[in-house]
């Protein structure tokens, strides 16, 4: 408890936007953190932020952009996507005791947070998310001798027959992208975890270390697919991609990956997050992201942490809110698809 009281940190919630995305970016966080995507959140969906960073003889050891969620309607949650940020580990228990309480007096019922860091030793893969990181700082020759020589081959075949990758900022071409995603996501039955403002109010603003990035192929003059990207200082992360069925023999999602990874190196980035595979790692999507030769990354599952008594209960209660919401909006969307057609 001593060491607790000595090691009070000075927190400070008024940071400017290129303050807060310059600490972040300078210690590798996420981009999920950034104001930024926070901004993106409240313009798009309404969802109220706050950022809280604390200090310490001037220099940073923990950050957190917290987002208000309700839970029930009638809860108040702080919900961390990606984080927090820990600088300094050491005394990573008490930064957690100080944050948990200025919670708890603020109102907050609970705390889920979703640290992006690796996990280097687990006792329960299954209560671990999955990712895989590439690492850029290898020559360009080893990351090209890395990928599966099916997808080498399929990145050459591409490029003979015409394909072609550019960065845009084209509203027309973003519409085009989201309408891809969209469909995709109607036909195989997922839930869409963007909508069509969010994509472009991110695609709008840059902040000299977090940038958007949407990558466009096409062909004959057709729009055939994309890649939503954010640069978060030396780690890129790939966030939404989908490519038009009608030009997949076209070998579209190899021609965009290798793209991105030349234009990665080119900004000098140190990492390739391709930002989630599932827990079985043998879906479609796992068997290609496994080709582009990264390593398979796990880091932690939602923690919850209770700010009021009766733990047990709330952790349950929000476990089972959690499962039971990408389900009933997975429903809800199936409803109103249905709806239109009999319209």
Request: proline share 2%.
């Amino acid at each position: 408890m001593a060491e607790f009281e000595k090691m009070k940190y000075e927190w400070n919630e008024n940071l400017t936007s290129d303050e807060w995305d310059g600490f972040l970016s300078q210690f590798h966080g996420h981009p999920l953190q950034s104001t930024k995507w926070g901004d993106a959140k409240k313009l798009s969906c309404g969802i109220h932020d706050h950022r809280w960073i604390a200090f310490k003889n001037g220099t940073p050891y923990f950050m957190a952009r917290f987002e208000e969620r309700w839970l029930f309607k009638l809860l108040k949650i702080a919900w961390i996507p990606k984080g927090p940020v820990i600088l300094d580990k050491h005394y990573e228990s008490t930064l957690h005791k100080e944050f948990l309480s200025r919670l708890k007096k603020r109102g907050f019922f609970l705390c889920a947070t979703n640290p992006w860091e690796k996990i280097e030793f687990m006792d329960k893969i299954n209560s671990a998310f999955h990712t895989i990181w590439l690492d850029l700082t290898i020559k360009k020759e080893k990351l090209w001798e890395n990928l599966h020589k099916k997808c080498r081959s399929d990145i050459k075949r591409a490029k003979k027959l015409g394909v072609l990758i550019e960065k845009s900022k084209s509203l027309d071409d973003l519409n085009l992208f989201y309408q891809v995603c969209e469909s995709i996501s109607k036909s195989k039955g997922f839930s869409l975890s963007t909508s069509l403002q969010l994509m472009s109010y991110l695609l709008s603003s840059d902040h000299d270390q977090v940038e958007s990035y949407l990558f466009v192929a096409r062909h004959e003059g057709h729009f055939c697919g994309g890649a939503f990207l954010m640069r978060c200082g030396e780690s890129v992360h790939y966030l939404w991609g989908a490519v038009n069925r009608d030009f997949a023999h076209l070998c579209i999602g190899e021609a965009l990956q290798w793209e991105i990874i030349e234009w990665a190196i080119s900004k000098n980035c140190k990492k390739y997050d391709l930002e989630g595979i599932s827990a079985k790692q043998n879906g479609g999507v796992d068997k290609f992201k496994k080709k582009l030769g990264g390593t398979v990354i796990a880091y932690p599952s939602i923690q919850i942490y209770p700010l009021h008594t009766g733990r047990k209960i709330i952790i349950c209660l929000t476990k089972i809110y959690l499962f039971l919401q990408p389900k009933m909006t997975r429903v809800c969307r199936q409803l109103l698809t249905r709806s239109e057609k009999r319209g």
